[in-house]
């Protein structure tokens, strides 16, 4: 198993410019997550997903839109990119039901918006 | 609202001796707690997680950890350190009602090894 992958692993964007940052993971995981990383502050929510189809906002989500067409892949798009979301962007996935609490988390995208 | 505390920032410790981080806990009820591990350029290593039953919790790399409900801590313990050690240590609470709330995360301590 690969495990939780993301895609790029570096970016720079331009104010202004969009972009999509690729999540999958091949454990059948039903619940899937964004986080974003600043230094100094931790991991903060900024998407999660369910299953297909179905999506919830975290703690941070402006600026950001998720969709989950498929149980493997969970997409996180940057619309108008601003300097504060230049960060590290994490996804993760877990098994569904109590006791199934661990996340497994991809390896990150660095973002850096100019 | 629940929250995640890591008092230290930054902690040296010299290769060999013993450490301990602190995670201290806000919740309503015993939540789930996790330790996990990140270095430099890396994404996050489950080190260990503590859901019910024996208080102290074994991980991987030699690591363990303490729950102590009284103190609402979580405290994260290795008896002797190496020099690969040294990395960015973050602990965790999941709601532990089930459900697919994400993870609260502490801001992280920072382990320094000094040779």
């Known amino acids: 198993n690969a495990g939780v992958t993301q895609t790029p692993k570096f970016r720079i964007l331009k104010i202004g410019q969009s972009m999509t940052l690729q999540c999958a993971q091949d454990?059948?995981?039903?619940?899937m997550y964004w986080y974003r990383q600043d230094p100094g502050m931790g991991l903060k929510l900024i998407y999660y997903?369910?299953?297909?189809?179905?999506?919830d906002k975290g703690e941070v989500p402006n600026g950001y839109n998720v969709s989950r067409s498929t149980t493997e892949d969970f997409p996180l798009r940057l619309e108008l990119a601003a300097p504060s979301q230049t960060s590290v962007y994490f996804c993760?996935?877990?098994?569904?039901?109590?006791?199934?609490?661990?996340?497994?988390f991809g390896p990150g995208t660095r973002l850096l918006v100019l | 609202a629940q929250s995640v505390t890591q008092p230290d920032i930054h902690i040296t410790v010299s290769e060999g001796a013993s450490l301990e981080l602190r995670c201290n806990y806000s919740?309503?009820?015993?939540?789930?707690l996790f330790w996990y591990v990140q270095s430099p350029g890396q994404g996050l290593q489950l080190l260990l997680k503590?859901?019910?039953?024996?208080?102290l919790v074994q991980g991987i790399k030699g690591f363990e950890a303490e729950f102590k409900r009284s103190q609402s801590s979580f405290n994260l313990r290795k008896p002797s350190v190496h020099w690969s050690d040294a990395a960015e240590y973050f602990c965790?609470?999941?709601?532990?009602?089930?459900?697919?709330?994400?993870?609260?995360f502490g801001k992280g301590t920072h382990l320094i090894i000094q040779p």
């Open positions: 993760a996935s877990r098994n569904r039901g109590q006791g199934s609490e661990t996340q497994y």
């Open positions: 454990m059948n995981h039903n619940y």
């Open positions: 997903s369910v299953g297909a189809g179905i999506t």
């Open positions: 919740y309503g009820a015993t939540p789930y």
């Open positions: 503590y859901f019910s039953g024996d208080t």
């Open positions: 965790a609470l999941s709601y532990s009602g089930g459900g697919a709330d994400g993870l609260t």
